[in-house]
């Protein structure tokens, strides 16, 4: 009966640690997705007023313009495209990155607790939380 209980006192642990880490990972890939969208949402945005100004250009002069030089229609946004993708692969790296480090101290801290072992759940919590905390204020500047 005593190991019994030792065996279920650190599943639940484990458990439990478990639940906390996935919470963590949930809240990096949120805040993660979250940027991501408005990052493009403001680059489409900007991409449509610039479609709307050339196309109003070329109602303005007219069809024959616009078949004489149509590069001169086209609408400027190359670099609203490359930033918003530049962006975009920079906030995918670093919620890759947090979710890694997030994960690798909770698989970490399961297996300690498996095992009966003191984890380094310190560390591994205060990681998570400022990681978090980080995503959260990125968040909040670029929806700002």
């Known amino acids: 009966k005593t190991r019994a209980d030792v065996v279920v006192t650190r599943g639940q642990e484990a458990f439990e640690a478990g639940v906390e880490t996935l919470v963590a990972a949930n809240t990096i890939v949120i805040d993660g997705v979250q940027e991501l969208v408005q990052t493009n949402v403001g680059a489409g945005k900007e991409l449509a007023t610039l479609v709307q100004a050339s196309v109003n250009k070329a109602k ?76 959260r204020k990125t968040t909040r500047k670029v929806a700002a």
């Not at 030089?69 to 906030?91: C, H, M, Q, R």
């Not at 890694?100 to 498996?114: H, N, P, W």
Request: hydrophobic letters at 40%.
């Open 60 to 135: 303005v002069d007219g069809l024959k313009a616009v078949a004489a030089n149509p590069i001169a229609y086209l609408p400027e946004g190359k670099n609203t495209v490359v930033t918003a993708y530049s962006d975009s692969i920079k906030v995918v790296s670093k919620t890759g990155g947090e979710l890694a480090k997030t994960l690798k101290s909770g698989v970490e801290t399961i297996t300690a607790k498996i095992q009966g072992q003191a984890p380094v759940v310190a560390k591994a919590k205060k990681t998570a939380k400022k990681t978090v905390a980080k995503a």
